[in-house]
């Protein structure tokens, strides 16, 4: 079976640890991790987890199921490329004096749909969302001026259809539960 | 449930108390769950608990085992032969480290296992301050939960729900570390046992599509064959087992960690699974037509190389845990759920066959194996002792009605081939992890769990010497653990895949023993050792009659070996005789 991106989601409680459980999951089969973001749910006190990786679907399967078996998970699932939407947020750092030099940055800042973040004295933060293939475009244009600091966030995305992952839980939800 | 108020015992003072330490609430906890014996070691961090326990002697049994190590193989051990939680105290730093053994065997083993560890105060988290580690982190891969209690009013729910997780649905271990601070703290005491947890099922949903799917097709089936495990045994579902295999006229092997959830003479157990199994089991998985896993879960010790395991068979895989499904074989029909409850399902649904061509296969197997292994393990015709003729005398002795306690190696595989069993849970050995120094301390905790019942604990000269000091734990709870030392002199296992594999390049497999007798001696125990074939039979004889602990050494050939074999790597079909 052949490699592919997968995106997992992964609804839980909100506990310490439980990212380290989580991931633990990956590394015991020697998975490599390409992001992972952690972020409140569209369900109060629901924490929910974005992970990305390039695996077969086989070992995805698997592993979607021991993470969904750890006590505090409520629910995780997968999705191939073409079942979610999805963006990563990148902030690209430059000298201020760079701008001062023409109009060549706010055309290439304006072509990619990106934004100026904020403008000071000495830098300026480009800010620019998408795929990994855009963000990596705008990088690619903007090296030869000289990139002081970039980042890009982990993947974050959303499944293509009209309920998320969250609609199956509210049953488990009513359960009642201690609350540590 | 209904929350209990707990009444201060009488040596505590004054009566109209409300609020205990952490420390107490944690034994009061434990009293409430139903635990009378628990299994540890003290240390700076837990000491404000085992203070506490002082006071509830009477109610709670502590058990000192001489390592931590030795401390939770005997909660396994409890566990495994009573059907309860095993408890096992510790102190932080080395004392939780030294837990994480058994932690991983009773993981991969489905044993339930309640871990307390004490951890530094509060205030000195993440301070490396002395004896401090991060056993959540630790312990988190090898646990089924794991907690950091760092607040008094924690305890209480933290136990519960401690408990609840490692005995429902598929068990394991839990581990609750509660700092120093915590357990001097105060709290409003009352307890409340935990059913529910909102993002945990105990057990998938039945689905009866599947059932009668299952039950089509076994009723279709020309050669229906049945794998069974330790879920038997977990879900408490042997009766239920029974009656199924007996409807549908099923020939049923098991895993070593199904051993004894079905009795030895039962004319449709056709034996043992995997590397060192019995024959037919294995030779036929390749033949058979449907296959029936209950409660076990394609170990690769049972099924060899998966590219040659069962590709004929439309396979059924009754599971209580989700994950098991198509992780190691696929299913072509899962039933998930409980197999005390799906058993019987399906069973209703099976037609009465006569299968007599097809067990007839098992029989024919069973006939080549005895004349190629069996006969000469049992019954050798030369002078040097088989660990085979050992086991085979004590069945003899026993009448199959004790718990067999192994520890890992080749003894292990030869007591599993050749132990007989009336009653489940009566097998207790290592399988998933492979613990060598599991045996002597499970037996101690099994002696413990099942007071009634002769424990014999099946041990080899190597798995003996890493947890021998717990001879001194056996003496000091004068628990009636029954020692038989299969001694080759030698880490019979690894040289014997060194003479197959290796080209006899004995590579640190011989052992320079220490002198055993003196040894148990030294421990306060009744010895006796066996060089000659003349002195078996007596010896075992007095071995199991005399009323407690007993170390009997056998001197066994140094270079035996244990057949059939499945080599690594190859298919289950491929088993060797010799």
Same mark, same amino acid.
């Given at each position: ?36 973001? %952690?972020?409140?749910? /569209? *369900? &109060?006190? =629901?924490? #929910?987890?974005?992970? $990305?990786?390039?695996? @077969?679907? !086989? ?40 701008? %001062?030099?023409?109009? /060549? *940055? &706010?055309? =290439?800042? #304006?072509?990619?749909? $990106?934004?100026?973040? @904020?403008? !000071? ?60 | ?578």
């Amino acid at each position: 079976m052949e490699k592919q991106e997968f995106t997992i989601t992964v609804y839980t409680e909100n506990q310490v640890g439980l990212l380290h459980r989580i991931t633990t999951i990956f590394t015991k089969r020697k998975i490599n991790l390409e992001s992972l973001t %952690t972020s409140e749910s /569209e *369900i &109060e006190g =629901i924490h #929910r987890f974005t992970i $990305a990786v390039t695996e @077969t679907e !086989e070992q995805v399967i698997k592993v979607v199921k021991q993470i969904e078996k750890q006590v505090e998970v409520l629910k995780a699932d997968y999705y191939k490329k073409k079942e979610v939407v999805q963006q990563e947020l990148a902030l690209y750092k430059i000298a201020t004096e760079t701008l %001062t030099n023409g109009i /060549e *940055i &706010e055309r =290439i800042v #304006r072509e990619h749909n $990106a934004r100026f973040l @904020t403008i !000071e004295r000495e830098f300026v933060v480009i800010e620019k969302a998408g795929y990994k293939r855009e963000t990596k475009a705008l990088f690619d244009e903007l090296e030869p001026y000289g990139i002081k600091e970039f980042v890009r966030s982990g993947r974050i995305a959303v499944a293509r259809q009209q309920f998320g992952p969250g609609k199956d839980i509210e049953a488990l939800l009513q359960t009642n539960s201690p609350s540590i | 449930m209904a929350s209990i108020d707990l009444q201060p015992t009488e040596n505590k003072s004054p009566s109209h108390q409300t609020t205990i330490t952490g420390a107490e609430a944690v034994v009061q906890a434990l009293i409430q769950e139903g635990v009378d014996i628990a299994f540890g070691y003290p240390g700076g961090a837990i000491m404000p608990v085992y203070d506490a326990l002082y006071d509830y002697q009477d109610r709670l049994h502590h058990v000192l085992a001489r390592h931590e190590q030795g401390a939770i193989h005997a909660a396994q051990g409890f566990a495994r032969a009573s059907g309860k939680v095993g408890v096992c105290l510790a102190t932080s730093g080395p004392g939780a480290t030294n837990l994480i053994t058994g932690i991983a065997d009773a993981q991969i083993d489905s044993t339930p296992l309640v871990c307390i560890t004490g951890q530094v105060p509060s205030h000195l988290l993440g301070s490396d301050a002395f004896q401090e580690t991060d056993v959540i982190g630790i312990s988190m891969p090898v646990t089924k939960w794991n907690y950091q209690v760092t607040k008094a009013e924690e305890i209480p729910l933290a136990i519960a729900k401690a408990f609840y997780i490692a005995r429902s649905g598929r068990p394991g271990p839990v581990l609750i570390d509660i700092t120093k601070d915590a357990q001097f703290q105060q709290l409003d005491f009352h307890y409340e046992k935990c059913t529910s947890i909102r993002s945990y099922r105990e057990e998938p949903a039945i689905e009866i599509d599947q059932i009668e799917a299952a039950a089509n097709a076994i009723n279709d089936a020309k050669r229906p064959y049945v794998l069974f495990g330790q879920g038997i045994i977990l879900a408490e579902a042997e009766q239920e087992f029974k009656a199924f295999v007996e409807q549908g006229n099923l020939p049923a092997a098991w895993t070593i960690l199904g051993l004894s959830a079905m009795e030895t003479s039962h004319p449709l157990n056709v034996g043992m699974l995997g590397m060192h199994g019995n024959y037919g089991p294995n030779l036929l998985t390749n033949e058979c037509d449907v296959l029936i896993a209950v409660g076990m879960r394609f170990d690769d010790r049972v099924t060899g190389n998966l590219e040659k395991y069962a590709k004929q068979a439309k396979v059924i895989h009754l599971e209580i845990d989700p994950a098991e499904i198509n992780k190691n074989v696929f299913a072509h029909i899962p039933i998930m759920g409980n197999a005390k409850k799906t058993l019987p399902l399906l069973t209703q649904r099976l037609q009465k066959k006569d299968r007599s061509e097809w067990l007839a296969r098992f029989a024919e197997c069973d006939r080549l194996e005895h004349e190629k292994v069996i006969q000469e393990e049992l019954h050798p015709t030369k002078d040097i002792l088989t660990m085979g003729e050992v086991i085979h005398i004590l069945n003899e002795k026993t009448g199959g009605d004790a718990i067999i306690v192994t520890d890992v190696g080749q003894h292990q595989m030869v007591a599993c081939r050749y132990a007989e069993f009336v009653q489940s849970k009566s097998n207790i050995t290592s399988g998933g992890l492979g613990t060598m120094g599991f045996g002597l301390p499970a037996a101690l905790g099994a002696a413990l769990g099942a007071p009634d019942r002769t424990v014999v604990c099946v041990v080899g000269d190597g798995g003996l010497q890493m947890t021998i000091q717990e001879l001194a734990t056996v003496y000091q709870t004068q628990a009636k653990v029954k020692v038989l030392l299969l001694n080759n002199e030698f880490l019979g296992m690894v040289r014997q895949w060194q003479q197959l594999f290796f080209d006899k390049r004995y590579s640190s497999t011989e052992m320079i023993n220490p002198d055993f007798q003196l040894l148990a001696k030294g421990f306060r125990m009744p010895t006796n050792q066996v060089t000659h074939r003349d002195q078996l039979d007596h010896a075992l004889t007095e071995f199991i009659e005399t009323d407690g602990a007993y170390f009997l050494e056998v001197m066994v050939g140094k270079e035996n070996n244990v057949f059939p074999m499945i080599p690594s790597g190859s298919g289950v079909a491929e088993i060797r005789l010799d």
